[in-house]
């Protein structure tokens, strides 16, 4: 069941951890199916950011939820009703489990990410709060167990917890590193309009189109510019500003733009990162009410 740090030594007890949740990126989403269950089969090429929420992990009396940032307001601090927590809650029953006791501890969410954006900033919070506490409380699960509790907080979970650059099949729990892909300058924009994952998949045409095919890893852009995101027509049907969004920043110079996941953030692929954040500085200032954030993801290995 305890795997690396399982044993506990005082003298290494940490006060306090701090883990970003990465920006998830689909580069690349086709639709190839859908299970007798309702689950949407998916072939996805996905990368994180180096911006994202923020979460601080401390010690305490009891448990404890706070959050701030420019998107917090829209989430409730209520037990049971955020990622966060369930994944708090379900980490510590599997250790209670195992024997292993957990103490309090207070979480702390910076939210910096627009909520139900199409970046898996849920996602990418409760996988970073399993990252997060397995450090303060010096356990780690099994793998396989650990990989089954991410699932069953959500389908894009697993591949936040890994946080590589990877081809994710099935309804995104396999997962295959892609060790060659690059790191990408890129703009991502949200015009902070939130969009229904279920009514987007509800508005596909299909649900059976083309997966993937041969991924050409020798070139990347040119592998990603004959890719699709099968969301997006439909996204856009329902935000029509997703179009705008991803015009705009085409009109910056992105080498490529498409959008993430269901909408509606979209992202811009640029040719360095002084270019992306240039556009940046300039789509702030053309749509200070809209998100828009110049970042650089993180490479294979």
């Not at 037990?79 to 029953?93: K, Q």
């Not at 489990?97 to 900033?121: C, D, Q």
């Not at 992306?276 to 650089?296: D, N």
Request: aromatic share 4%.
């Amino acid at each position: 069941m305890l795997s690396g740090t399982g044993a506990r030594q005082p003298e290494t007890v940490m006060s306090e951890i701090v883990e970003l949740a990465p920006a998830k990126i689909n580069l690349a989403l086709h639709v190839t199916g859908q299970r007798p269950d309702g689950y949407h089969l998916l072939e996805s090429i996905v990368t994180f950011a180096d911006t994202g929420d923020r979460l601080t992990f401390s010690r305490s009396d009891e448990d404890r939820f706070t959050l701030s940032g420019r998107f917090s307001e829209t989430l409730t601090e209520e037990a049971g009703s955020n990622l966060v927590i369930r994944a708090r809650d379900r980490l510590r029953d599997l250790f209670h489990k195992a024997g292993v006791a957990t103490t309090p501890v207070s979480i702390h969410l910076e939210k910096n990410l627009p909520i139900a954006s199409g970046i898996g900033g849920g996602s990418a919070d409760a996988a970073a709060t399993l990252r997060g506490l397995q450090r303060l409380w010096q356990a780690s699960p099994d793998a396989d167990d650990l990989a089954h509790l991410a699932l069953t907080l959500g389908a894009d979970v697993p591949m936040c917890l890994e946080g590589v650059p990877a081809l994710a099949r099935g309804v995104g729990e396999e997962l295959h590193p892609l060790s060659r892909f690059p790191s990408l300058p890129m703009v991502i924009g949200n015009p902070l309009r939130g969009v229904s994952t279920p009514e987007v998949f509800s508005k596909l045409g299909t649900k059976h189109n083309p997966p993937l095919g041969s991924l050409d890893d020798s070139d990347w852009m040119d592998t990603l510019s004959r890719l699709r995101n099968d969301l997006e027509g439909p996204a856009r049907g329902l935000v029509p500003e997703i179009g705008e969004i991803s015009g705009l920043i085409a009109a910056e110079g992105a080498l490529l733009t498409r959008m993430s996941g269901s909408g509606a953030t979209c992202f811009g692929i640029f040719a360095s990162g002084s270019a992306a954040a240039h556009a940046a500085a300039r789509l702030r200032a053309l749509k200070p009410c809209w998100y828009f954030e110049a970042t650089q993801t993180i490479a294979g290995s």
